[in-house]
Nanobody, 122 residues
Framework: QVQLVESGGDSVQAGGSLRLSCAAS????????VGWFRQAPGKEREGLAL????????SYADSVKGRFTISQDNAKNTVYLQMNSLKPEDTAMYYC???????????????WGQGTQVTVSS
């Protein structure tokens, strides 16, 4: 079963940028879509963006549209989340997940990584 490993989380100042990576342990994600999610303390897990593995189509939550960009490198079996103009409210644990759905809801994704922490200070 494919495993997902996130990396790239860090502590940054507001206005800064980070690029998160989600690497698959096999040569394929074995799923229709890969999504990025985040969860802040005391809050529900929130869907941010997803990418269709076959054709690279993307979809974004309104909260990050225009600031975050999801992309993939098929040769590296890796999906990225480029995050720009970061705000303190972006502070959260960020997760990637794979699923055979294009509904950006964590309940529909079955395979998850361990998460990577993003902290944005003002």
């Amino acid at each position: 079963q494919v495993q997902l490993v996130e990396s790239g989380g860090d502590s940054v100042q507001a206005g800064g940028s980070l690029r998160l990576s989600c690497a698959a342990s096999t040569n394929t994600f074995s799923s229709r879509c890969v999504g990025w999610f985040r969860q802040a303390p005391g809050k529900e897990r929130e869907g941010l963006a997803l990418i269709y593995i076959r054709d690279g189509g993307t979809s974004y939550a309104d909260s990050v549209k225009g600031r975050f960009t999801i992309s993939q490198d098929n040769a590296k079996n890796t999906v990225y989340l480029q995050m720009n103009s970061l705000k303190p409210e972006d502070t959260a644990m960020y997760y990637c997940a794979a699923g055979n759905t294009d509904i950006l809801n964590p309940s529909f994704f079955g395979r998850w990584g361990q998460g990577t922490q993003v902290t944005v200070s003002s």
